[in-house]
């Protein structure tokens, strides 16, 4: 046992002994190691001076600082990862093994992240192409409420009773978007009935002069109505001003309250559902 831990020891001293003699390997391998540090160095500069005007020409074409931002690090990381890819092969490491092992992994992480990255990629669609913006009132994945904010993974809505709802970007690209706020007006549409038995054209003229007296209903485009449904109990009319998106609730509870007032003072009616239960008396029949 003695004798093998010698003959090992001497093994490898002859070993050391003929790489310190042999100095073509030893100017190899400084040569290899400060290449692949200058290329090291020189690339982190050089990734950092790309991203920097990547980021540059975004602002100056106003894109969302958050795509700003991701994008600035993904091209600084993506470079960096291929530079230390070519400064590994200056030191002998095999690079066709790692971009294979990368590889691999890569795919793993993707399979098990799947949902994640589907969040990521939704994130990155909203902040390009931009449906909404932060304060905009929208509907979406079943909920409503003003943008809070727009992360990469997930979006915050404010709802109008004041709660926060975390939605994952995935939901609100593979389903419609309503945004309220997108256009400067809006129109209203207030549904109203009247009875069967009163003055049309009376009613229709109440509910026009209302529009056109109120302050923040616009004349251009200009207010309109229609009859739409001659229902059970009621002549149903689309009564359809138009507003300032900011003013669209203050003018809906305006017009409706006003509407009430002034056709029950101008002798219409405001029918609700109702059962008219008639008795008739059957001659001969017990009570």
Known sequence: MEQ???GLIETLKQNVMGFINNPDAILAIITNVAT???IYWIGKKFAKLIAYFAAKGLKKSNADPILVNFLKNFIYFAILIAVIV??????GVKTTSL???LAAAGLAIGLALKDSLSNFASGVMIVMFRPFKIGDFVEVAGQSGKIAEIKIFSTILNTN??????IPNGQ???DSIINHTAKPIRRVDIAM???YDDDLKKARNIMMQAMDQHPLVLQDPAPSMLMTELAD????FSVRPWAKTGDYWTVYGDLLEQFKTELEAGGCSIPYPQTDVHLHTVKGGNA
Do not use: E, Q, R
Request: hydrophobic residues 50%; charged residues 5%.
């Open 233 to 236: 109990s009621s002549v149903n």
């Open 99 to 101: 971009l294979g092992m």
């Open 4 to 6: 093998n831990n010698i």
């Open 161 to 166: 009773d004041n709660k926060l709802v975390i």
């Open 193 to 195: 009935g009247v009875g």
């Open 86 to 91: 070519a400064a590994l092969g200056y030191l």
């Open 36 to 38: 692949a540090i200058l």
């Open 172 to 174: 609100i690209t593979s």
